[in-house]
């Protein structure tokens, strides 16, 4: 199993999460291409700790809109996204290699990833993106997506990742955000869960079923103290059940 | 010889210059990456046309300041100049290997041009960034100055521009623009005045003498009309007199 | 009747449009306050052309979207963007109240004008920034639009504009560009529709009835030579046939 | 006395020191205005905040410069300059307004704030776009610096600051950074001669000798949790020492 991680989201003066401890903690890092986040100095800091330790680097790519972290939906035409998501993939990739690793994925950020997970359009831009920076650069996508569809309808190496923190529906959808209980805060509960979905690829669903969900990776959080703490935990009870960490791709 | 010219100068909805014109007239493209001017589009049109005609494509690197199109001294911190270069021309290269090419060379713009032509940190940290990308990406500069001298220093392959419309100190200065008759406007003046460079290696300097002037390339503008008449007929003269014209790497 | 127009739409070093020409035609400036386009000098430059002239000048609020031009759908809380309008009416009051006049309307550009005409949180958000600034500075709205509707509900004076050069539907809405005929370009057929428009309140709509406009002034555009000398012909015959032309504000 | 402190630095997601717990201990607040730091939204915000609790609400203004933080020298046009500036305190000014109190001083951040200390064409840019906003609008300056003569010779009403925390030299200018003993850490020796600033406007310079420093404000930091208890500190021994605090406009 694979745990990944948003890192690399700081911008100038301004810090976001603990990048050094969660590089100690996940399989892959998304960095932040500096379009919602991230600036050329942080990129070059992390792609080089990560490849350090051996952590799969992942382009982070989302909107030009540093002001809105990139949580905003933005009406961009699709040609205009592709060469956006290309921009950033070439822009991070030279920083990979200067340490010696390379950008091994993709994964869209915030509004993007929202947005391309149901509308074919951005979704189709997003992989058109990818796939011309090089044909077998893979895409980390939510399951069932039109995201996912739109990867492999082209050829592009696609996996899921799956939330232990997040409630799921029965046809396998998260809980949106606005509901009670969409997001769990019981570290044990989420631990457990983070175990169960990788050893058998199923997790109780919102309404107490069984759900299948197949994930290659799972995404943990890093942006506070606790959340750090709990990446952590999730690390640790996988590692001691025996589920062995490396990256998906 | 090679002529270059700065291109890929618009932003969103602005235009500059008349790019399709001028890459019929140049051998080698300098294309800005996004930090002055330029995206993601422009990027991606620039060099699919550059591509489409074998003009070499370079990372046109600036100060990351668009609303004063990289014109503006920055004291920005050499080692997050490195990262900036770096930055740049990975994203460059992204659209020129989409379309079959790559960036052969960096040239820098602007008021990053002026400073590391005579500040040995910033050269240095240019030819950094430039190295890093891999260490033999050519960097072209103005001739026996800082640039060419740091580039030299860390194996990175040098080569050195001249100004056909510009005038030269018997030091092989140019004239500073802030003093009258720093640049030429006589068409048929500047045209000659190419051809002598590119034949002879010689010019008449600013004094009257005779002045050695090695240049690899030629830099000609292409941002008003008038400009990209001058180009065509300096390529004309060039070509007609028996000059071959190839991108100098 | 008045004549309104989008200046001051340049940035850094590109340009946009014929200020020049645009501020001895109209009779209301809507000028880019730095979000979609504009900066601090063309914003200076701009209100103190039309200051002289007698033009009142307006704050042409956008999305925060230089790389969209602001014509890109932006999904911002309605706080954020309240926030964002409230900031760019005082920067460009600032050089209004410079040049001895003030900011006299605001105006919505691009993707904010049409979402707030359809939309009622945005067009509420909008409302409120124009309110708080203070309680009798106006806006002009698509007629029979949410954003007017949002407007005289919170008592900020609200006034309508027309498009001479668009066709309209039977019920009052603007054909979709999409659609052939939308735009008029026979210059005659412009100047008489906007003649009829400011002496009638009536136009024909594109179904060949009679429709009734209320509209409190008349939208020209500069953005080309073209463009500029229509706009110089509706001045010309509306002054020719004894139409007042001043400000609605 | 009077305690000025550097507030509203937050960006977007991003978040810089504690400004509400700043806005309890000083008495003026030098807002960010979204050139170096600070959004719409953080400067409506701290714009109420410092209404509610009668704190004077002065503009920060700084180089357009995001990525630097302001922090980086710009070669800037002195014309460019001023017109950046008044678009800062006019953006500024509508929250604070809005809020019912207003603008009533600007202090220059970080690279502006050395320079233009120094640089008599940067100093009087920085005072044309003060004065131009309107004429009583005051100026907080480094002490016997080109900015106050700027101001004055302009008829700005300026004002001097002086640093608890930084060693003068016997001249009175700071001590450079780059020097051991630079910034001065013991909380006792601060605070102690912050009160020594405020009842003799003498402090003891780098080299042990007496130095007379008229200063009209104090200025604290608020970046660190230990910043802020410093800050405290000094509130706590001026006001128990019988000093009235009080903005210095």
């Known amino acids: ?39 050329a100095s942080v990129m070059r800091r992390v792609c080089e700790r990560a490849a350090e330790r051996g952590v799969a680097i992942g382009a982070h790519v989302g909107y030009r809109d540093l002001a809105g972290f990139g949580r905003r939906a933005l009406d961009i035409a699709p040609e205009d996204l592709a060469d956006e998501v290309l921009y950033q993939i070439g822009a991070l990739d030279a920083f990979a290699r ?70 799921y529906t029965p046809e396998g959808r998260l809980v949106s955000r606005k509901l009670p209980g969409a997001v769990l805060h019981d570290a044990d509960e989420v631990a457990a869960r983070a175990l169960t979905m990788a050893t058998t690829g199923e997790v109780v669903d919102a309404e107490g079923g069984k759900l299948t969900l197949r994930a290659d990776s799972l995404c943990v959080h890093g942006d506070t103290p606790g959340a750090v703490e709990l990446a952590r935990r999730i690390r640790e009870l996988l590692t001691e059940s025996g589920v062995v960490l490396r990256s998906f791709v």
Chains 1, 2, 3, 4 share one sequence.
């Open 98 to 167: 200067a340490a010696h690793s390379c950008v091994r994925y993709v994964k869209a950020h915030g509004a993007l990833y929202n947005t391309a997970a149901v509308d074919p359009e951005q979704a189709a831009a997003l992989v058109e993106g990818v796939r011309r920076y090089h044909t077998d650069l893979a895409l980390l996508c939510p399951p069932d997506s039109e995201m996912l569809r739109a990867a492999q309808a082209a050829g592009v190496p696609a996996y899921a990742e799956a939330f232990a923190d997040r409630a």
């Open 1 to 39: 199993m694979d745990l990944n991680s948003d890192l690399g989201e700081g911008f100038g003066a301004w810090t976001m999460g603990d990048d050094e401890a969660m590089l100690d903690i996940v399989t892959s890092a998304n960095i932040a291409c500096g379009f919602h986040a991230g600036d």
